[in-house]
């Protein structure tokens, strides 16, 4: 299965300010995934970001609060702008990989201040 | 609507003990496939076990075992003579066409005492 690393693994952020997460995939996928954990709560998928094209958010989730790119199939970044505290999450991105289903990154923890 | 339901949120254990964690799930598909995954403290989430909706066989692995039974739309793991190690997070998931999105259930908090 695929290998994910993913940065930073945790920060600590002013509000207001923006935080980009980057994922990288030892190999060559299609679909990459991010999602949010906030604090004791289950996984909610932010978007579905293919290459080459615009990323997918669902319901709930903007591209301005939340700019994803895409620049290759082995690479995305996450950006979580204009933070507030109820950002405070942790958010792992996630990609389809054979029969184990969804390889996920090692997550970022972040926590707005 | 597709939702999948775990309704144990915390599980307290004594090392040694088996316990079971409990999943239903909701899909008005008939190819879907289904997930557990364990969330220890560290953060990071790790791949359990995978199931088809045409594979109704019961899975063991070592210690832990999953019981599928499409009757009652139920996904059930299993940890036998649990270990403080055991102690995490587990969360039940829901595909239902392949590269679609996971839907995960609430997730068991599993602590595990010695």
């Known amino acids: 299965s695929a290998v994910i690393s993913q940065k930073p693994s945790r920060d600590i952020c002013q509000r207001g300010t923006s935080l980009t997460i980057q994922c990288q995939v030892d190999s060559q996928v299609t679909m990459m995934f991010w999602y949010r954990q906030q604090p004791g709560q289950s996984l909610t998928l932010i978007a579905t970001?293919?290459?080459?094209?615009?990323?997918?958010?669902e319901s709930g989730f903007v591209i301005d609060k939340f700019p994803i790119s895409r620049p290759n199939l082995t690479f995305s970044t996450l950006t979580v702008s204009n933070m507030s505290p109820e950002d405070s999450s942790i958010y792992l991105c996630s990609v389809l990989t054979g029969l184990r289903g969804y390889t996920f990154g090692s997550g970022t923890r972040l926590t707005v201040v | 609507a597709q939702k999948v339901t775990q309704a144990q949120t915390e599980i307290s254990v004594v090392e040694k003990e088996d316990v079971t964690l409990d999943c239903v799930y909701e899909t008005r598909d008939t190819t879907y496939y289904l997930f557990w995954y364990k969330q220890p403290p560290s953060g990071e989430l790790v791949f359990l076990i995978r199931r088809n909706s045409f594979d109704e066989q019961n899975e063991i692995s070592g210690r832990y075992s999953w019981n599928f039974q499409k009757s009652t739309s139920s996904f059930n793991f299993t940890i036998t003579a649990s270990q403080v190690v055991d102690s995490a997070v587990y969360f039940c998931a829901l595909i239902y066409n392949q590269g679609g999105k996971l839907i995960f259930g609430q997730g068991t908090e599993l602590s595990v005492k010695p």
């Open positions: 970001a293919n290459q080459g094209s615009e990323a997918t958010y």
